[in-house]
């Protein structure tokens, strides 16, 4: 129910929903999974932190609840937290792909661009052409200099959008038109974004990746208009 309210833009009414629930079952990963999202469109980083570190604690022997919690911290930019998690992750489970990516964002964003790519790259023999393998691959090779092959890997994630508008890839094409410094087509998806209450794409507004947006007007004023914080 809690999910609902939040896809709805219940913002008050999803909260409660979510303490309620963690009140009832404090040892419920999944919970914590949702609250974690609600404080970070909330711009309250502490609390999600706070949130990621206890979701580990009550599933410690998850691989995918220790993967989850790496995800958040990494969006929040606690990237050396972040990175622990998913080490054990991927300790408890050699082919959690998820952790392995995480691990490859963290090295990422803090600028170890190659390492970062090595590893995106070695997911990418792995998957294959998923679109949440293909994106990395992006960001890997815009920052390695490889702009000809960043396009590439551009324009065929823009065909799968445009074959599969069904398929939910718009929070993969903002991050795209970011990564492009295309704000004009940025700002078209984030004000759909907001039209449509999709909730991954306004979730982008300051977080690691794109920290940049924190001052953008365009930006500021959607977020606003969803009834979110912004940074001030």
């Known amino acids: 129910m809690a999910i609902v309210k ?19 079952n404090p ?32 599933d410690p022997m998850s691989a995918r609840t220790l993967a989850e919690a790496a995800r958040i911290l990494i969006y929040i ?14 300790a408890l489970n050699p082919d959690n792909f ?20 090595g590893i995106f790259e070695a997911n990418h023999k792995i998957a294959g052409d998923h679109p949440y393998v293909l994106l990395p691959l992006t960001l890997g090779y815009k920052k390695a200099g490889m702009e000809e092959k960043a396009r590439a890997i551009q324009k065929q994630l823009m065909t799968m959008h445009r074959q599969h508008p069904e398929a939910g890839l718009e929070t ?42 924190r001052n953008d007007a365009h930006v500021k004023a959607a977020r606003k208009l969803a009834g979110l914080p912004v940074w001030d």
């Open 6 to 24: 939040l896809s709805e833009w219940e913002w008050k009414q999803a909260y409660d929903l979510l303490t309620k629930a963690n009140g009832i």
């Open 27 to 58: 040892s419920e990963p999944a919970v914590y999974f949702v609250l974690g999202e609600y404080y970070m469109l909330m711009l309250q980083y502490d609390k999600a932190a706070a949130v990621a570190k206890r979701t580990a604690e009550v």
């Open 77 to 90: 930019n606690r990237l050396d937290e972040a990175r622990e998690l998913a080490e054990r992750s991927v």
């Open 98 to 117: 998820l952790a392995k990516q995480l691990l490859g964002y963290v090295s990422y964003l803090k600028g170890d661009y190659q390492k970062a790519l």
């Open 172 to 213: 993969i094409i903002a991050y795209i038109h970011v990564v492009f410094n295309e704000l004009a087509a940025f700002y078209r998806i984030f004000d759909k974004a907001v039209e449509e209450k999709n909730t991954w794409v306004i979730q982008m507004y300051g977080d690691s990746f794109n920290s940049g947006l």
